[in-house]
């Protein structure tokens, strides 16, 4: 069964800095793309970045390019994303993905004062 | 970067109808599309990849067409289960984009 675990998630303040991580298992993660997609009420659903199966090749949107960095652990089969000066537009449920077939359940970011 | 304009934005069906979704890329995307639907306070299930691909376990009720541009979902004999909301998504290259979903209510 595939599974896709999603942790570290929270409320933060304005200019913190987070990092998300999540657990794969049940599918060959060392041979897959993966990504992060965040959602909130207001703006849907929004990818957010993507990582190659070896890591060498990252991909960002512009709304977090140059704050959020992608990394993956393929010994671990863990899939990270450090999330740096952040706003309260970044306040969202970030799920891990291997787009477009496996969803995790997602771990919720709030940005508040 | 590629837009995505899903219609309708809302739909209103009963039990045992059926119903079509769709998606309209703003540039060929060829298959590189896929359709999830989502529960509230859930995270998005995979329906469909692409364009046609039945993702393993879901029921052959969904159905999924098209290629280029234009892109459509078509759900047969509506169950209570089935009300939800649909989101179709390009990753035919980055950055990735979702369709605006399709809030899908019983009558």
């Known amino acids: 069964e595939v599974q896709l675990l999603e942790s570290g998630g929270g409320l933060l303040q304005p200019g913190g800095s987070l990092r998300l991580s999540c657990a794969a298992s049940?599918?060959?993660?060392?041979?897959?793309?993966m990504s992060w997609v965040r959602q909130t009420p207001g703006k849907g659903l929004e990818w957010v970045s993507t990582?190659?199966?070896?890591?060498?090749?990252?991909y960002y949107a512009d709304s977090v390019k140059g704050r959020f960095t992608i990394s993956r652990d393929n010994s671990k089969n863990t899939l990270y994303l450090q999330m740096n000066s952040l706003t309260a537009d970044d306040t969202a449920v970030y799920y891990c993905?291997?787009?477009?077939?496996?969803w995790g359940q997602g771990t919720l970011v709030t940005l508040s004062s | 970067d590629i837009q995505i304009t899903q219609s309708p934005s809302s739909l209103s069906a009963s039990v045992g109808d059926r119903v079509t979704i769709t998606c309209r890329a703003s540039?060929?995307?060829?298959?590189?599309l896929a359709w999830f639907q989502q529960k509230p306070g859930k995270a998005p299930k995979s329906l469909i990849y692409?364009?046609?691909i039945l993702q393993s376990g879901v029921p052959s009720k969904f159905s999924g067409s098209g290629s280029g541009t234009d892109f459509t979902l078509t759900i047969s004999s509506l169950q209570p289960e089935d009300f939800a909301t649909y989101y179709c998504?390009?990753?035919?290259?980055?950055?990735?984009?979702f369709g605006q979903g399709t809030k899908l209510e019983i009558k």
């Open positions: 993905a291997r787009v477009p077939t496996y």
């Open positions: 049940g599918f060959s993660f060392s041979i897959s793309a």
């Open positions: 990582i190659s199966d070896t890591g060498g090749s990252t």
């Open positions: 540039q060929r995307i060829s298959n590189y």
């Open positions: 692409a364009a046609s």
């Open positions: 998504q390009q990753y035919d290259s980055y950055p990735l984009t």
